[in-house]
């Protein structure tokens, strides 16, 4: 068996220069940026005061608060529960809704492919990027001291904030649609809105359905947090129970979100697969 012939280190340090004799700096970026990461862990841990005695002593309480919770019992508040569940679900939904309706008009104008003008398109794109920046929590503390204490709050505290990442997400979408079906349009003599409204829309729909479902699901979850500081539903109820050291309560309720995220979930994905399923049958 014949062996294949070494290679001329010279003759290949010749051909390929960047990758024998590389710059100080290109060897040294990679351990600098491990160097630089482990310092700034290691400064965070000292900074907030990151003390193993105290996890150790709060794990203790943990267990205890744990064995509390055993087992689950939500009293003669069932339905009160069940209703507040309810309403989180409805805010979820609905902010959902309207964050997807108002953005998808909007995206379009942050889109290249159909605004080419920079100029145009930056200040839309950096108000998506503003808006999505604040948290969801931060919005609904906004709208809690606008609209007052409730639902209301948090149906627009998770409408602003989606609107911002609904923004981003479906002009990316619109951007990575497949520009022959607007060029088949177009040459059929089609307007600019005969472009968007039959080749991009139906490539994008299937895509913002998909997302639409997800941040339903991930909205469950947000709805339940921004209830804690007032904006209703299950999560105030939660805040309440934990306030009063109802640890039974607590660990219902608990039970209640895990159920209904877990819910949402395997309908979302249904409803995900049978969107795609249509459109790959079409």
Do not use: C
């Amino acid at each position: 068996m014949s062996q294949l012939p070494k290679p001329d280190r010279d003759q290949l340090r010749a051909k390929y220069p960047d990758v024998f004799d590389r710059p100080a700096e290109t060897r040294l970026a990679t351990p600098a940026m491990i160097v630089g990461a482990f310092a700034v862990f290691v400064f965070g841990l000292v900074n907030l005061d990151f003390s193993p005695a105290r996890l150790w002593s709060g794990l203790s309480q943990l267990g205890w608060i744990t064995l509390m919770m055993i087992p689950p019992d939500p009293g003669s508040s069932l339905p009160a529960y069940l209703s507040a569940l309810g309403e989180t679900l409805s805010i979820a939904v609905l902010g959902t809704t309207v964050a997807a309706v108002l953005a998808l008009p909007v995206s379009l104008l942050a889109a290249r492919n159909i605004i080419p003008s920079q100029l145009l398109r930056f200040p839309v794109r950096r108000a998506f990027d503003s808006i999505r920046g604040v948290d969801t929590l931060i919005w609904a503390l906004v709208w809690i001291n606008v609209v007052g204490l409730g639902p209301f709050a948090g149906v627009l505290a998770i409408a602003v904030a989606d609107f911002g990442a609904f923004g981003k997400l479906f002009s990316e979408a619109i951007e990575a649609a497949d520009k022959k079906q607007v060029e088949g349009i177009r040459a059929s003599g089609g307007t600019a809105l005969h472009e968007i409204r039959f080749g991009l829309m139906p490539q994008v729909l299937p895509v913002i359905a998909g997302q639409v479902l997800y941040f339903i699901e991930s909205n469950t979850r947000s709805a339940t947090i921004i209830g804690i500081v007032g904006a209703g539903g299950i999560g105030l109820q939660l805040a309440e129970q934990i306030r009063v050291l109802e640890w039974q309560k607590v660990s219902f309720l608990i039970l209640m979100i895990l159920v209904a995220v877990a819910a949402i979930d395997w309908i979302s994905g249904k409803l995900r697969f049978a969107i795609i399923g249509q459109r790959a049958i079409a």
